[in-house]
């Protein structure tokens, strides 16, 4: 039980949306997946934010906003148009919260306002993912 814990919070770290199915197929309660899975990422993006500043400059160093910036692509145009709250909604969907943190730094989102956006991010799809994981368990188990 504790290795599937274990891995269940890695999932959660690394990408979101792959922790809840992989926890609901290891044959854990969905509640339970959804709050390791979202501890996970809520950690993940918590060590990128504490770590801010080098994370920042590390990024900046490979041009990373510059990148950004240039494309316009999804993420840029998600920062632009809703700010540190969508930004922290949505990364853990897009990203995934380290690498949305540290994204969000980047961009110049305030630290102590990126993380409680991340973390209620985090939560939201770990509860959306964990119940759509159920359903479909329940779905075509019975």
Same mark, same amino acid.
């Given at each position: 039980? !504790?290795?599937?814990?274990?891995?269940?919070?890695?999932?959660?770290?690394?990408?979101?949306? +792959?922790?809840?199915?992989?926890?609901?197929?290891?044959?854990?309660?969905? $509640?339970?997946?959804?709050?390791?899975?979202? +501890?996970?990422?809520?950690?993940?993006?918590?060590?990128?934010?504490?770590?801010?500043?080098?994370?920042?400059?590390?990024?900046?160093?490979?041009?990373?906003?510059?990148?950004?910036?240039?494309?316009?692509?999804?993420?840029?145009? $998600?920062?632009?148009?809703?700010? $540190?709250?969508?930004?922290?909604?949505?990364?853990?969907?897009?990203?995934?919260?380290?690498?949305? !943190?540290?994204?969000?730094?980047?961009?110049?989102?305030?630290?102590?306002?990126?993380?409680?956006?991340?973390?209620?991010?985090?939560?939201?799809?770990? $509860?959306?993912?964990?119940?759509?994981?159920?359903?479909?368990?329940?779905?075509?188990?019975?």
């Amino acid at each position: 039980m !504790a290795w599937k814990l274990l891995i269940l919070f890695a999932l959660g770290v690394a990408e979101l949306w +792959a922790a809840a199915p992989a926890g609901v197929a290891m044959g854990l309660d969905p $509640v339970l997946v959804c709050l390791v899975a979202a +501890a996970g990422a809520v950690s993940g993006g918590t060590v990128v934010i504490l770590l801010g500043e080098r994370v920042k400059a590390w990024l900046e160093k490979r041009r990373k906003r510059e990148r950004l910036e240039e494309k316009r692509g999804l993420l840029f145009r $998600v920062w632009q148009r809703y700010g $540190v709250i969508g930004w922290g909604l949505l990364a853990p969907l897009l990203v995934g919260s380290p690498l949305g !943190a540290a994204f969000g730094l980047v961009l110049g989102a305030p630290p102590r306002r990126l993380l409680p956006w991340l973390a209620a991010g985090s939560v939201l799809w770990s $509860v959306v993912f964990s119940t759509v994981a159920a359903l479909g368990v329940r779905i075509i188990g019975g």
